[in-house]
């Protein structure tokens, strides 16, 4: 999904109406998540794939505590490396890790997800590239819904009911904000 600046009006720039993203919940259930970065953003996603039941790998060299205790627990594969074009960051059939040494040239080919979420704009965009050249269904820079193809979006849940709010990756923390709301609403017994 591109997202494209739009007016109060719901149209954007050029005067088309905004194309709005489809709604899905996508069963992700052993299907292989790479993430692009270790820090507070990449635990965040990180931890929700693990709800979803992916089988995540995280591309680093260093680790929020929060990854570091699910690698620890066998959760979470570990590359500990900067990512870079062209790496051998794992064995696609076997989820394993492979240094370059090992002659497997899959990269971020297998993978079902990738989300980039380092603190470096460069990195986050070779990333996506080398997704989408790898053919990688689903691609997400974190900084920039632009180059991604599907948003995240805030999820609440009680009581078998997930609720989830979007502000079409415009901004996250306004999200966030009502989804913390609307939690609130839901434990008070208002429903």
């Known amino acids: 999904m591109t997202v494209g600046a739009t007016g ?14 489809y709604p899905v919940n996508l069963d992700i259930r052993g299907r292989l998540a790479v993430v692009v970065g270790g820090g507070r953003v990449a635990a965040r996603k990180v931890a929700s794939l693990l709800r979803s039941g992916a089988h995540v790998i995280v591309i680093s060299p260093t680790l929020d505590p929060r990854i ?10 570990w590359v500990d490396k900067p990512y870079k074009s062209g790496d051998n960051s794992h064995r696609g059939d076997e989820g394993g890790v492979a240094g370059d040494d090992v ?36 691609v997400n820079n974190a900084a920039d819904p632009a180059q991604s193809n599907f948003g995240n979006v805030a999820v ?20 966030r904000r009502m989804k913390e709301r609307i939690a609130r609403w839901l434990s008070s017994g208002s429903r």
């Open 156 to 175: 609440t849940e009680q009581d078998g009911l997930m609720i989830t709010v979007s502000t079409y990756g415009r901004d996250p923390s306004r999200a």
């Open 68 to 77: 570091a205790g699910e690698a620890k627990r066998g959760r979470v594969t």
């Open 103 to 138: 002659g497997d040239d899959t990269g971020l080919a297998g993978a079902f997800i990738v989300i980039a979420c380092t603190d470096d704009p460069e990195a986050n965009a070779r990333a996506v590239r080398d997704a989408k050249a790898a053919g990688v269904p689903l």
């Open 8 to 21: 109060d009006d719901g149209e954007d720039v050029s005067g088309k109406a905004a194309a709005r993203p």
